[in-house]
């Protein structure tokens, strides 16, 4: 199989990559270095079955070449981050909505296979936990950034899925849920890679909030895994799945685990959201996802425990302290 990963120099894009590989696959990635880095992907740079272009996925003639090419799209590039999302809106929007266009356009004129990349963000600040695929978006005003995320995101899944219905494009959309392992920078504002840097230099680490708040981590060995189990099926078009893993933990908790696996002396510190992100943000308190859909269509469920994650991602910061 020919696949294109879109966003494929990322954090999950570069994994994904690898594990495609590994399947035997032809693997073409299109990134353009604006959140991921070249160092995740340089390693691959020699297999034959591997190519990429650095360029943005705007450039539409480009894009209709590499779609052209593949069997399979994983559209993965977008603007990710809740720090890059409250400090860069625009940039957010634009690429989140217009890119996942330029993609979609491609792909209906040759209707190839596109699985895209949603996020757990789109649920917003629903408390009906778990979340189920067709429960309802629980969205804040557009005064407060945050929601432009989720909104844009959203919006992706629209449109994925109206080309699905309108001209039979074969989309599937994936929604994934905190997701986290080795290579992941704390650049831009996730958790685990900050609070694991930190315990690693034995420097405060910083939870948001009162620490009540909670988050189910996912490995992305296991995303990644999911993924290419859906590109295998062929009875996930016009679907949304969840995906991550349902262990739930308050990020007081994560922090004083993380020092716990990490042998740390820092100092846990609670820092209002104010002050982390700017006047009248909102956090959202819990989100965990139901995986009983995954489970049912591809017989499968991420269940790497929390403990080797951080084990994992305090081994790769070891090994490559400049990266993070
Ligand atoms: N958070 C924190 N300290 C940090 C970064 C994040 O306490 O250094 C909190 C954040 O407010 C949120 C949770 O950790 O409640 C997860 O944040 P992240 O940005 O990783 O992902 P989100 O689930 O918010 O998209």
């Given amino acids: 199989m020919n696949v294109l990963i879109t966003g494929g120099a990322g954090f999950i894009g570069s994994h994904l990559a690898e594990r495609c590989l590994k399947e035997g696959w032809t693997v073409a990635v299109v990134d353009d270095l604006s959140t991921g880095s070249f160092t995740n992907i340089q390693h691959l740079k020699g297999n034959a079955n591997f190519s990429y272009t650095i360029d943005t996925i705007f450039h539409a003639p480009m894009i209709a070449e590499l779609v052209d090419c593949c069997d399979i799209v994983f559209h993965l590039a977008a603007a990710v981050g809740v720090k890059l999302i409250v400090d860069s809106p625009v940039r957010t929007i634009e690429t989140n909505v217009h890119g996942t266009e330029v993609v979609l356009r491609a792909v209906a004129k040759k209707l190839k296979r596109i699985i895209i990349a949603s996020t757990s963000e789109v649920y917003g600040k629903s408390s009906q936990v778990p979340f189920h695929e067709d429960d309802d978006l629980v969205m804040g005003p ?3 950034g945050r929601w432009s995320y989720a909104c844009s995101k959203a919006l992706d899944e629209f449109l994925g899925l109206a080309y ?23 650049r831009y504002g996730m958790v685990l890679p900050n609070f694991v840097a930190r315990a690693l230099q034995n420097e405060p680490m910083t939870v948001f909030g009162d620490g009540r708040q909670s988050r189910c981590f996912g490995y992305v060995g296991d995303a990644v895994e999911a993924l290419v189990r859906i590109a295998k099926s062929a009875d996930v078009t016009g679907e949304v799945l969840n995906i991550g893993n349902d262990r739930e933990i308050s990020i007081g908790a994560l922090a004083e685990l993380v020092k716990q696996r990490t042998g740390s002396s820092s100092e846990i510190v609670y820092l209002p959201y104010d002050q982390a992100y700017g006047p009248g ?5 819990r989100r965990v996802p139901c995986l009983e859909k995954l489970q049912r269509l591809i017989g499968y469920r991420p269940c790497t425990p929390l403990e ?14 400049a990266s993070h």
Avoid: S, W
């Avoid at 943000?281 to 308190?285: I, L, Y």
């Fill in 142 to 144: 557009t005064t407060k």
């Fill in 164 to 186: 699905h219905r309108e001209k039979g494009v074969p989309v599937t959309v994936v929604r994934l849920f905190n997701t986290v392992g080795p290579r992941q920078t704390g």
């Fill in 281 to 285: 943000f909102e956090d959202m308190f």
């Fill in 308 to 321: 080797d994650i951080i084990d994992a991602v305090a081994a790769d910061m070891r090994e490559h302290p």
